[in-house]
């Protein structure tokens, strides 16, 4: 953190091994006075850890593991709500697919059924509230029409008319600004 003058580590950090190239943060958010963040972990606070941990939650004095998701994933706030997106398929010990909401005290699936099954590689990368919808954006297979942008309303699960596509495109951020969306990515 850094206080306008010097930066001042949290505890002994979020520790990771150069094995892991570059997966030590992936992303950080600020949500309901509590700051999280995604990742590649082999260490909290200074001690290892059994296993890698993909998600830490600072407690303002120390880091703590959230949710232990089985894979990697990105940290998005959209409409005032944490999410949890990815490749991953369980958090906690349970059965959630590539998105997950943050209700205070646990990780939840987010828009049942899901639009991908268990072990798709689709990475969900990111996600705003736009319209009145929520759109989610990565890297998806095609069984979703092409698309690399998936939008969710109170009708269901919605791939985006022409969207972006191509057998490499994929889409790394969105912003709404006036009223409209933006995205980046290769497409």
Not at 82 to 108: C, K, M, P, V, Y
Request: charged share 15%; proline share 3%; glycine share 12%.
């Amino acid at each position: 953190q850094f206080d306008g003058l010097r930066w001042h580590a949290l505890d002994s950090g979020l520790g990771h091994s150069p094995l892991y190239n570059g997966y030590s943060a992936l992303s950080i958010a600020v949500h309901q006075g509590q700051i999280f963040a995604s990742g590649q972990f082999v260490k909290l606070n200074g001690a290892p850890v059994q296993a890698a941990c993909y998600l830490a939650k600072w407690d303002g004095s120390h880091w703590q593991a959230c949710g232990d998701p089985s894979l990697l994933c990105f940290l998005s706030i959209a409409n005032d709500e944490l999410f949890a997106t990815g490749t991953f398929d369980s958090i906690s010990g349970q059965s959630i697919d590539h998105i997950a909401r943050w209700n205070g005290n646990l990780w939840e699936q987010f828009g049942s059924p899901s639009p991908w099954h268990p072990g798709d590689r689709e990475v969900v990368k990111t996600v705003v509230h736009f319209q009145d919808a929520y759109y989610f954006a990565g890297n998806f297979e095609d069984d979703n029409g092409g698309n690399e942008i998936l939008k969710f309303n109170n009708e269901g699960w919605h791939s985006l008319e022409n969207g972006n596509r191509g057998s490499n495109s994929y889409i790394n951020d969105m912003v709404v600004f006036k009223n409209l969306l933006f995205v980046a990515g290769s497409f």
